[in-house]
């Protein structure tokens, strides 16, 4: 059974519009990741948490909010979606001993028009 | 800051060759680095992972990788590629414990074979 899932996995919204990703995880992991991945870029990160309540800035942070609510439950949220939000969007989750290998979802491909 | 280089953005090989897959990083210290395939319409998975010790890692599938620290490269290898690994590769680096627990990836490797 998945152990990072996702949802949705396709979003279409448009410009303006109110987005939140949703990210589950049920490694007992710590931490959890929230990427993006674009052509010619590759893999962005921009949140991550080590815990409930806890948040970290990634590398490409603007435009993005994100909560952790849970040790299971980490959310991304885009108020005001802009169409160079349109992305592919990875969920991860790792543990703290080998925090560096990271266990991903299947992607949200988000669409904003 | 710590970075990830992948020169190839892509690489066709026929099905049976030998494969060499390209990464070089840039980080002050040791350095702990990955190699994760993507398959299509799926996220990334663990292909095989480096802490430091043997250079020379072993990963799933027949996949190993040697870290260079004079070179500062950690190249993946196959011996004989099959045309169920087309798919897009990943190299990654991440600092060790105490560290501030954010790796860093490459932009990806396309991998195509042809029969």
């Known amino acids: 059974e998945a152990a990072v899932t996702q949802s949705p996995r396709n979003k279409v919204t448009v410009t303006g519009g109110n987005v939140t990703l949703s990210c589950r995880q049920t490694n007992s992991h710590n931490y959890m990741y929230w990427y993006r991945q674009d052509t010619g870029h590759g893999l962005r990160l921009i949140h991550y948490s080590y815990g409930a309540g806890n948040l970290q800035i990634g590398d490409v942070p603007d435009g993005y909010k994100a909560t952790r609510t849970t040790q299971e439950d980490f959310f991304l949220l885009l108020e005001l979606a802009s169409p160079s939000q349109t992305s592919l969007y990875f969920c991860?989750?790792?543990?703290?001993?080998?925090?560096?290998?990271?266990?991903f979802g299947p992607g949200t491909r988000l669409t904003v028009l | 800051a710590q970075s990830v280089t992948q020169p190839d953005a892509r690489v066709t090989v026929s099905e049976g060759a030998s494969l060499q897959l390209r990464c070089k990083y840039s980080?002050?210290?040791?350095?702990?680095l990955f190699w994760y395939v993507q398959y299509p319409r799926q996220g990334l998975q663990l292909l095989l992972k480096?802490?430091?010790?043997?250079?020379v890692v072993q990963g799933v599938n027949g996949f190993e990788a040697e870290f260079s620290k004079s070179n500062s490269s950690f190249h993946l290898r196959k011996a004989s590629v099959h045309w169920s690994d087309w798919a897009v590769y990943f190299c990654?680096?991440?600092?060790?414990?105490?560290?501030?627990?954010?790796?860093?990836f490459g932009k990806g490797t396309s991998l195509v074979v042809h029969p």
């Open positions: 480096y802490y430091p010790g043997d250079p």
């Open positions: 990654a680096v991440s600092m060790g414990p105490g560290g501030n627990y954010k790796p860093t």
């Open positions: 980080y002050f210290g040791t350095p702990y």
């Open positions: 991860a989750s790792s543990d703290l001993e080998n925090y560096a290998e990271q266990f």
